[in-house]
T-cell receptor
Framework: DAKTTQPPSMDCAEGRAANLPCNHSTISGNEYVYWYRQIHSQGPQYIIHGLKNNETNEMASLIITEDRKSSTLILPHATLRDTAVYYCIVHLTGGKFQFGAGTQVVVTP | KAGVTQTPRYLIKTRGQQVTLSCSPISGHRSVSWYQQTPGQGLQFLFEYFSETQRNKGNFPGRFSGRQFSNSRSEMNVSTLELGDSALYLC???????????????FGPGTRLTVL
């Protein structure tokens, strides 16, 4: 599976949009981009995933560049409860989910 | 619908002992994966089971093993415990295996294992 690169941490003001970048320059054509988050001491929570097209659900939006080498997770209106570690994962169907170090997001009042 | 359940939630063992952890997936989910999480190594994949067969395996020694039953419930076993096995062990279930869009994994709360 392709590796991902994420910034180790970022801050976001409550009520503002949080844009979380992820680089996956070695992604192959049939690998999906998944995002999970882990709030302290809890199991990771699925957020969203996509292959080529941009995706949106009730939690977030996923923007994947045309060359698929990077993506951005957007939390439209960050709340204090969005403080968590966010993981970007490149996953081949039928393969392993390999979690990296993730991005620690801190939402401040 | 009930989520993924893991038992026990907390466990204390001593070096050399063995331990068995249990995971009950979400009803209808047939794939179960196990992960180890430590402060130093982060979240690491152990193995994944589907239809009672191991489908994927991470880079862990043979002391770590697992199995899945016909009702999709899964257990993992760690033999000859070492201090470094102290970790949060997470189980995740998904609807199926090897098909899209059913690969979303739903995680349980984890079992906190402490080895003394």
């Amino acid at each position: 599976d392709a590796k991902t690169t994420q910034p180790p941490s970022m801050d976001c003001a409550e009520g503002r949009a949080a844009n979380l970048p992820c680089n996956h320059s070695t992604i192959s054509g049939n690998e999906y981009v998944y995002w999970y988050r882990q709030i302290h001491s809890q199991g990771p929570q699925y957020i969203i995933h996509g292959l080529k097209n941009n995706e949106t659900n009730e939690m977030a939006s996923l923007i994947i560049t045309e060359d698929r080498k990077s993506s951005t997770l957007i939390l439209p209106h960050a709340t204090l409860r969005d403080t968590a570690v966010y993981y970007c994962i490149v996953h081949l169907t039928g393969g392993k989910f390999q979690f990296g170090a993730g991005t620690q997001v801190v939402v401040t009042p | 619908k009930a989520g993924v359940t893991q038992t026990p939630r907390y466990l204390i063992k001593t070096r050399g002992q063995q331990v068995t952890l249990s995971c009950s997936p979400i009803s209808g989910h047939r794939s179960v994966s196990w992960y180890q999480q430590t402060p130093g190594q982060g979240l690491q994949f152990l193995f994944e089971y589907f239809s009672e067969t191991q489908r994927n395996k991470g880079n862990f020694p043979g002391r770590f093993s697992g199995r899945q039953f016909s009702n999709s419930r899964s257990e993992m076993n760690v033999s000859t415990l070492e201090l470094g096995d102290s970790a949060l062990y997470l189980c995740a279930s998904s609807l199926s295996f090897g098909t899209q869009p059913y690969n979303e994994q739903f995680f349980g709360p984890g079992t906190r294992l402490t080895v003394l």
